[in-house]
């Protein structure tokens, strides 16, 4: 009896399928997952600054300029198209790391930047980001045109006896390059530093009343289609007429 039972079950055994069965076959079939059911793919944050706007930094090349006016008018062009392209960068939070990375910037650039040390320079930084001066960004004035950094050089180095400016211009030699030189690359720092977020300017349009911060424009904007009309005058213009229509000469 005990025989006839057990030829019985063996059939059954062989049918059924085991554990090991089951196994072995989800080992071999290959797995097919959905793509819905996939890892999502990493975003970077929002609030990651676009690369782009890093690279957005005006890069000074007065020096280089022939000394002629009319290039010197199209640099001018050039950088008033810059400023307005950039726009004002956002405040940051004075508490965040940004801040204080920016802070750190604006201090070690106060710190190794040779314009800071320019003796010609120096009585009208007022331009410029000064470590003493408050948080950023710091509310400066605009930069002086040449004939003024010239006047306020002169006034306190009288021992020097310099000419008056107009010699100076009408000569429109080596030395009237020079200042022109040094009063654009001053122009050029602080072009710089508005557009890093280390000052501001409120500016002031044609009526005198000042801007608010965020509708803050160049004030070279206002003679911009009078420079572009110029720029196409004939080259046979007196160096001295022409020296008269940039807003930083």
Not at 136 to 152: C, D, E, G, S, T
């Amino acid at each position: 009896m005990t025989s006839l039972i057990e030829r019985l079950k063996r059939p059954a055994l062989a049918t059924s399928p085991t554990a090991a069965s089951i196994s072995g076959a989800l080992l071999v079939s290959p797995v097919h997952v959905s793509s819905s059911s996939a890892a999502p793919a990493v975003q970077p944050s929002a609030s990651v600054t676009p690369v782009a706007k890093k690279s957005t930094i005006w890069t000074p090349h007065a020096e280089t300029l022939p000394h002629n006016h009319r290039a010197f008018t199209h640099y001018f062009t050039a950088r008033r198209k810059f400023k307005k392209e950039a726009g004002i960068p956002a405040l940051l939070d004075p508490v965040s790391l940004e801040y204080a990375q920016l802070r750190r910037e604006a201090d070690e650039n106060f710190a190794t930047n040779p314009i800071y040390k320019e003796e010609i320079l120096k009585e009208k930084m007022e331009c410029l980001y000064h470590p003493q001066n408050g948080p950023l960004p710091q509310q400066v004035k605009f930069p002086v045109q040449v004939l003024v950094l010239y006047n306020k050089y002169r006034s306190i180095r009288k021992d020097l006896k310099l000419p008056e400016w107009s010699s100076v211009k009408e000569a429109a030699g080596e030395e009237y390059w020079r200042w022109t030189v040094k009063a654009t690359q001053l122009f050029d720092e602080h072009t710089v530093q508005l557009t890093k977020g280390y000052v501001w300017v409120p500016e002031r349009n044609k009526g005198g009343r000042k801007r608010k911060r965020e509708e803050t424009e160049d004030e070279e904007e206002a003679e911009e289609t009078d420079d572009n009309t110029r720029i196409t005058s004939s080259s046979k213009t007196p160096a001295s007429e022409i020296d008269k229509y940039s807003p930083e000469l």
